[in-house]
T-cell receptor, first 111, second 115 residues
Framework: GDSVTQMEGPVTLSEEAFLTINCTYT??????LFWYVQYPGEGLQLLLK?????DKGSNKGFEATYRKETTSFHLEKGSVQVSDSAVYFC??????????FGQGTTLQVKP | GAGVSQSPSNKVTEKGKDVELRCDPI?????LYWYRQSLGQGLEFLIY????????KSGLPSDRFSAERTGGSVSTLTIQRTQQEDSAVYLC?????????????FGDGTRLSIL
């Protein structure tokens, strides 16, 4: 069945460091891909999405490119801030829209 | 406008009791999803509703779990004869349609603790 694999955390970075969180997927067909973020004490929020190969999703300085050839959707940010500390989830959606999530990666940014 | 609303935000109950969790989706959203977030299993899909179509129950872990959606809006997730392994955060999400690519909007969840 469809699945999503994320790099294990926690990831600890200093402020202004470059961030990469790896995400790969297995799916039949061409699903849409998402990154969701969960800030401490808050609910899941959509961060960005891409619906077809080579699409780049971007929001709040974060980017991810849908790579069909490597079945990947890695999350990147050029300069992280303390306020980016959160749990990040990569997900794919089936043709019915239900989401299949990766296990989540905790990011901690230190000043 | 209001987001997805879930109640209660926290629920503590004894093993063997039944519980009901409620979800109010965003107005106009026809698709509604339930997920469960637990330490050992991550985020798991439970069930989804789309309009008047039969729900997709493929993610429900046992027949103790059921859900209904009345009038195409509010949904209730019921767990009968709760067990300790049911302890988790139960998340509800809604979207404009159950189509690939439609973003889902999540509620803050119900944290369920089974003693």
């Amino acid at each position: 069945g469809d699945s999503v694999t994320q790099m294990e955390g926690p990831v600890t970075l200093s402020e202004e460091a470059f961030l990469t969180i790896n995400c790969t997927y297995t799916a039949t067909g061409y699903p849409s891909l998402f990154w969701y973020v969960q800030y401490p004490g808050e609910g899941l929020q959509l961060l960005l999405k891409a619906t077809k190969a080579d699409d780049k999703g971007s929001n709040k300085g974060f980017e991810a490119t849908y790579r069909k050839e490597t079945t990947s959707f890695h999350l990147e940010k050029g300069s992280v801030q303390v306020s980016d500390s959160a749990v990040y989830f990569c997900a794919l959606s089936s043709n019915t829209g239900k989401l299949i999530f990766g296990q989540g990666t905790t990011l901690q940014v230190k000043p | 406008g209001a987001g997805v609303s879930q109640s209660p935000s926290n629920k503590v109950t004894e093993k063997g009791k039944d519980v009901e969790l409620r979800c109010d989706p965003i107005s106009g959203h026809t698709a509604l999803y339930w997920y469960r977030q637990s330490l050992g299993q991550g985020l798991e899909f439970l069930i989804y509703f789309q309009g008047n179509s039969a729900p997709d129950k493929s993610g429900l872990p046992s027949d103790r779990f059921s859900a209904e959606r009345t009038g195409g809006s509010v949904s209730t997730l019921t767990i009968q004869r709760t067990q300790q392994e049911d302890s988790a955060v139960y998340l509800c999400a809604s979207s404009l349609a159950s189509l690939d690519g439609q973003p889902q909007h999540f509620g803050d969840g119900t944290r369920l603790s089974i003693l």
